[in-house]
């Protein structure tokens, strides 16, 4: 079975500071892996996606992944916080292509992210 | 490009009233999800569909039904509503047999059940 497990439901960082926010999946195969960040009474919103071209994958808003296999990880990096940044980040697993299901993705329970001015 | 369009915003509903969430996108995605957003439980799947006339449960379906006659449109409905269907609900679409097409997430609609 797939899972993805996001370490710590609450994150404050500094306005400036290193935002770090861990993701952890297990899967038997080769997984497609997202990150998406929900802003306040928004949907969700695709930050960036890693499908195997590359183990570093940058996103928008200067945000960037890097897929580590060996760790299971897909941990979510930037280097400057900013006030913007504060919102909710969901970690999904997708791509498993079941007959007739088309698509399925996984989901962390989120990490909400506070920036401290 | 207005992408997945869902409506209401929001919903107040006493228990045992009826209603449908209403989902519609414009990318002619095969693929169209349901999704109930509650605290500390991430996303949980409702319902889906691969393409008109053929949709399947999730993981969470009790209490809910869809139907899916076009490819633009996928409502979800709430038969007779009970407190614990009180979330958030999230339709999302994508191009379905694909391995690395993103979901595209609609704004939401807030139920509360009384």
């Known amino acids: 079975a797939q899972s993805v497990t996001q370490l710590g439901s609450h994150v404050s960082v500094s306005e400036g500071a290193l935002v770090l926010l861990r993701c952890n999946y297990s899967?038997?195969?080769?997984?497609?892996l997202f990150w998406y960040v929900q802003y306040p009474n928004q949907g969700l919103q695709l930050l960036l996606k890693?499908?195997?071209?590359?183990?570093l994958v940058k996103g928008i808003n200067g945000f960037e992944a890097e897929f580590k296999k060996s760790e299971t990880s897909f941990h979510l990096t930037k280097p400057s916080a900013h006030m913007s940044d504060a919102a909710e980040y969901f970690c999904?697993?997708?791509?498993?292509?079941?007959?007739?299901?088309?698509?399925?993705?996984?989901f962390g329970t989120g990490t909400s992210l506070t920036v401290i001015p | 490009n207005a992408g997945v369009t869902q409506t209401p915003k929001f919903q107040v509903l006493k228990t045992g009233q009826s209603m449908t969430l209403q989902c519609a996108q414009d990318?002619?995605?095969?693929?169209m999800s349901w999704y109930r957003q509650d605290p500390g439980m991430g996303l949980r799947l409702i319902h889906y569909?691969?393409?008109?006339?053929?949709?399947d449960q999730g993981e969470v379906p009790n209490g809910y039904n869809v139907s899916r006659s076009t490819t633009e449109d996928f409502p979800l409905r709430l038969l007779s509503a009970a407190p614990s269907q009180t979330s958030v609900y999230f339709c999302?679409?994508?191009?379905?047999?694909?391995?690395?097409?993103?979901?595209?997430f609609g704004n939401g609609t807030r139920l509360t059940v009384t």
């Open positions: 999904a697993v997708g791509g498993f292509l079941v007959l007739n299901t088309g698509n399925q993705f996984y």
């Open positions: 899967s038997s195969v080769p997984p497609y």
């Open positions: 890693y499908t195997s071209a590359a183990t």
């Open positions: 990318m002619n995605h095969e693929y």
């Open positions: 569909s691969v393409g008109a006339g053929i949709t």
């Open positions: 999302a679409s994508n191009r379905g047999q694909s391995y690395n097409s993103p979901l595209h």
